[in-house]
């Protein structure tokens, strides 16, 4: 047996027995790294007679190549190995029970998040967020709610120290600042929906100084009041999951829509006893109205072009309404009573198709 073929057969045994990736390599360096025992043999070529150095050479050539070849097949062979016995660790029965003990709820506020999502997301809105410390800019001025506007009055602002690139610092009072966001941040048509919280100095069982609310918001070239009032109907039967259930649209006021309206719904109150749907009463549940012009051109949209309408719609009011929960501080009380009656199971995940009512 040649010198080459003696190398061969012990380089490949030595590879066949390494038992781990660090053997391997250390089989790897010895026969082809630098000081290598390939590599030494390559070195001694220059002694040799021009006819010998031909075929040695060749002939070491070729054993690298098939070394090589080894090594590179061996570490696939671990790294599959490797994987096999990792996924058999890892694996899980997913035909086992859930324990009771790993058992959690999920809040009122969080499934009607999801409720009002998979609903509007079916309409085809896409979800955007804004941040809840806001400029004054964003959260009033460019919503047309000037310096000196009452409605800045309402809204009980919590104003922050500092100042930033667009005024004064706030805590949202609304979800709308996301609009002027979105507006100012891509083209139009806009089709978006923003739910988040909110924050007003303001607390009775109605109110808390941080809630929720969900905006909406669409801009394209030929948007009307008979998009805005057909998508606010099919969404308030949707939730509340009643078919023919009465909506009205009342004339209101918003600075940054024009016109506006308030959306009240069908409701009975007979006997102390109130029942969502045909009835003698209505109840008033959301804002709504055509993108004021003026806030269109404050983010840089030709108002000429497009138009659009925007809503916003409060969570807990919607969320109380439909589970009948009577005070709005209880949802922020961690009560774990509360949330064991009122909470949801982690597996009745809302969907237009799985039904909304669970
Ligand atoms: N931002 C208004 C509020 O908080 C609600 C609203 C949103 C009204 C969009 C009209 C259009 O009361």
Redesign the pocket.
Same mark, same amino acid.
């Not at 009072?173 to 709308?176: C, D, L």
């Given at each position: 047996m040649s010198d080459t073929e003696t190398l061969k057969t012990d380089l490949l045994a030595e590879v066949e027995a390494a038992s781990t990736l660090q053997e391997l390599d250390d089989v790897r360096v010895k026969a082809l790294g630098k000081k290598g025992l390939i590599t030494a043999q390559m070195k001694t070529l220059g002694k040799l007679s021009p006819q010998d150095r031909k075929s040695t050479g060749q002939a070491l050539n070729m054993l690298k190549g098939e070394v090589a070849k080894a090594i590179e097949a061996k570490q696939a062979d671990m790294a599959d190995a490797e994987l096999n016995a990792k996924l058999l660790s890892e694996k899980v029965d997913v035909t086992l029970p859930t324990r009771p003990e790993s058992e959690g709820y999920i809040h009122p506020i969080s499934q009607t998040i999801e409720e009002v999502v998979s609903i509007l997301g079916e309409m085809g809105f896409g979800v955007a967020e804004g941040p809840e410390i806001e400029d004054d800019w964003y959260n009033f001025g460019a919503?047309n709610i000037p310096d000196d506007h009452p409605a800045r009055q309402e /809204?009980d602002t919590f104003y922050l120290p500092g100042t930033g690139e667009h005024g004064r610092k706030v805590l949202r #009072? /609304? *979800? +709308?600042p996301v %609009?002027i966001r979105t507006m100012m941040a891509g083209k139009p048509p806009f089709r978006v929906i923003a739910p988040g919280r *909110?924050y007003r100095c303001d607390y009775d069982a109605t109110h808390s100084p941080m809630f929720h %609310?969900v905006? !909406?918001?669409v801009v394209d070239k030929t948007v009307h009041m008979g998009h805005l009032k057909g998508t606010l109907i099919e969404f308030c039967r949707a939730y509340f999951g009643v078919e023919d259930l009465p909506v009205r649209f009342r004339p209101s006021y918003?600075p @940054? #829509?024009e016109p +506006?309206a308030e959306v009240d719904i069908g409701c009975t109150r007979e006997g102390g006893e109130f029942k969502i749907g045909h009835g003698d009463s209505w109840l008033e549940i959301? &804002?709504? !109205?055509m993108v004021n012009p003026k806030v269109l051109e404050n983010c840089g949209i030709d108002s000429t072009e497009y138009q659009g309408f925007? @809503? &916003?719609v409060?969570i807990e009011r919607i969320a109380m309404l439909k589970y009948g929960i009577p005070d709005l501080r209880t949802f922020y009380e961690s009560d774990l009573r509360w949330l064991r009656h009122y909470g949801f199971s982690a597996l009745d995940v809302p969907s237009m198709v799985g039904g909304l009512n669970p």
């Open positions: 919503l /809204h #009072t /609304h *979800t +709308s %609009q *909110t %609310q905006e !909406g918001l918003f @940054f #829509t +506006s959301l &804002g709504c !109205g925007a @809503f &916003g409060g």
